[in-house]
């Protein structure tokens, strides 16, 4: 039902996925970034940015992490940020995030993933409950945007939530 296709930096024939990844991402731009935000910097995040397509390669949004936690033996956790084409809401999402998740921790040995948004967006909400995230608590007054104080809600699934096994990260 959906791939996830890497885009390594320069060194990939999924660039021409680029014009529609900002595409999205200037649609959804007020539910992504704070006042704070300069320009969406894709370069930066090639390494661990995935363009999400449905079985014809027909662009679906992207996903990508940042801010990791870990070391050079495991990673613990990560920040997601996921963004997809209105055409895809619905199942298409909640399916392609269940696997893209389990990715999270099969491939990449996560034990958290967490998720970072406003409070005002009910759809990311409702996705991350519907797919196994808690709702960990609210940063008050944590940025700033359209010039006002903006909380921030942080939402997490764990490791555990697919596996009963606990994973040794010493």
């Given amino acids: 039902m959906c791939k996830f296709k890497s885009i390594k930096f320069l060194s990939d024939t999924y660039l021409h996925y680029i014009p529609q990844i900002v595409n999205c991402y200037a649609k959804y731009a007020k539910y992504l970034q704070d006042d704070y935000a300069n320009n969406f910097d894709f370069f930066v995040l090639f390494q661990n940015f995935w ?3 449905d079985y014809s390669d027909n662009f679906m949004g ?3 992490l940042d801010n990791f936690i870990g070391n050079e033996k495991s990673n ?3 920040e997601i940020t996921v963004c997809f084409d209105k055409k895809a809401w619905g199942s298409f999402v909640r399916y392609s995030a269940k696997l893209f998740l389990k990715k999270c921790f099969d491939e990449f040995g996560f034990y958290k993933i967490k998720a ?3 409070p005002d967006n009910f759809r990311v909400k409702k ?3 519907n797919v196994g995230f ?3 608590t609210t940063l008050p007054d944590a940025t700033l945007r359209k010039g006002k104080a903006q909380n921030i809600d942080i939402y997490s ?3 555990t939530y ?3 096994d606990e994973v040794n990260y010493d």
Avoid: C, D, G, Q
Wanted: proline letters at 0%; hydrophobic letters at 55%.
């Fill in 76 to 78: 613990f956790s990560a």
């Fill in 157 to 159: 699934i764990k490791r």
């Fill in 134 to 136: 808690e709702f960990e």
């Fill in 62 to 64: 992207f996903v990508y």
């Fill in 51 to 53: 363009v999400i397509t």
């Fill in 162 to 164: 697919y596996y009963k």
């Fill in 116 to 118: 970072l948004i406003f």
């Fill in 127 to 129: 996705l991350l409950t």
